[in-house]
């Protein structure tokens, strides 16, 4: 089972762009799907990308286009590339890595804020 650390959230403007990381320790990286959720101040928690141990992709609806989810296996760490990022994209982004039959692992989240 992986350990997940985000990072790279902050505070930007509407139409700006964020790079969030998500740092994984522990064995399994590689066999690993990951994918990122976020979670907005009173909502659900939502799926936003992810990523397989092959390299396939899928996005929600409302990032595509405009969000990009790519991995690094020699760096144990998958990215979240965002543009034109709007307010209602403020959320708590949370990395998530799923390798069954393990339980999965959920990082502590990152901050994102857009607003001018």
């Known amino acids: 089972q992986v350990q997940l650390v985000e990072s790279g959230g902050g505070l930007v403007q509407p139409g700006g762009s964020l790079r969030l990381s998500c740092a994984a320790s522990g064995s399994g990286f590689r066999s690993s799907d990951m994918a990122w959720y976020r979670q907005a101040p009173g909502k659900q928690r939502e799926f936003v990308a992810t990523i397989s141990r092959y390299g396939m992709t899928t996005y929600a609806d409302s990032m595509k286009g405009r969000f990009s989810i790519f991995r690094d296996n020699d760096k144990n760490t998958v990215y979240l590339r965002m543009n034109s990022l709007k307010p209602e994209d403020t959320a708590v982004y949370y990395c998530?890595?799923?390798?069954?039959?393990?339980?999965?692992?959920w990082g502590q989240g990152t901050q994102v804020t857009v607003s001018s």
């Open positions: 998530n890595a799923r390798s069954p039959p393990l339980p999965e692992s």
